[in-house]
T-cell receptor, first 110, second 115 residues
Framework: QKEVEQNSGPLSVPEGAIASLNCTYS??????FFWYRQYSGKSPELIMF????GDKEDGRFTAQLNKASQYVSLLIRDSQPSDSATYLC??????????FGTGTRLKVLA | EAEVAQSPRYKITEKSQAVAFWCDPI?????LYWYRQILGQGPELLVQ????????DSQLPKDRFSAERLKGVDSTLKIQPAELGDSAMYLC?????????????FGPGTRLTVL
């Protein structure tokens, strides 16, 4: 089992819809969780991070964490074509270990 | 706005040649990471520095890869000799501190093509 798993996609949603991206992790000791956006040929950029169970909102983005189910998700409301990118989930497993998933490719259709 | 700098942005080399990549982290960031990202995959950690010390190089192919951060600021990653399978994006990232609650900031990356 991979330590951080994501569906590779592509996930296609119409413009204006809610995009839901999911990530599961295997280590119950994981403390913090990050979502990065990566445009083709570019480096990852941090969108959000979450440490506590529940929801965290930032503009059109909401991160949801459920440690009991070992599940973290990212919701993008009012999706725009400019949101089309690969979304990487990353999990910090203690001081010196930081694991990325393979990413989910999102396509927002105009 | 402070950024992580990397050079070169692109590198084309022939197999068996030596290549080197440079990274300058955000000023004051003690932790520096080198990642390799193969197309269609997530970044894979190669080496992590805390100041000038290596704290994790378990995934670094030490027979051909080396990394250093001599003064605890900028860093160099070297591959010698390069192999076809080394073609990838090499990403440098930095964070203020190591630990669970650290946010990493990435540089623009170096795209390596080995012919």
């Amino acid at each position: 089992q991979k330590e951080v798993e994501q569906n590779s996609g592509p996930l296609s949603v119409p413009e204006g819809a809610i995009a839901s991206l999911n990530c599961t992790y295997s280590d119950r000791g994981s403390q913090s969780f990050f979502w990065y956006r990566q445009y083709s040929g570019k480096s990852p950029e941090l969108i959000m991070f979450i440490y506590s169970n529940g929801d965290k909102e930032d503009g059109r983005f909401t991160a949801q964490l459920n440690k009991a189910s070992q599940y973290v998700s990212l919701l993008i409301r009012d999706s725009q074509p400019s949101d089309s990118a690969t979304y990487l989930c990353a999990v910090a497993l203690g001081t010196y270990k930081y694991i990325f998933g393979t990413g989910t490719r999102l396509k927002v259709l105009a | 706005e402070a950024e992580v700098a990397q050079s070169p942005r692109y590198k084309i080399t022939e197999k068996s040649q030596a290549v080197a990549f440079w990274c300058d982290p955000i000023s004051g960031h003690a932790t520096l990471y080198w990642y390799r990202q193969i197309l269609g995959q997530g970044p894979e950690l190669l080496v992590q520095f805390q100041d000038e010390s290596v704290v994790d190089d378990s995934q670094l192919p030490k027979d051909r890869f080396s990394a250093e951060r001599l003064k605890g600021v900028d860093s160099t990653l070297k591959i010698q000799p390069a192999e076809l399978g080394d073609s990838a994006m090499y990403l440098c990232a930095s964070s203020l501190i190591a630990g669970d609650y650290n946010e990493q900031f990435f540089g623009p990356g170096t795209r390596l093509t080995v012919l």
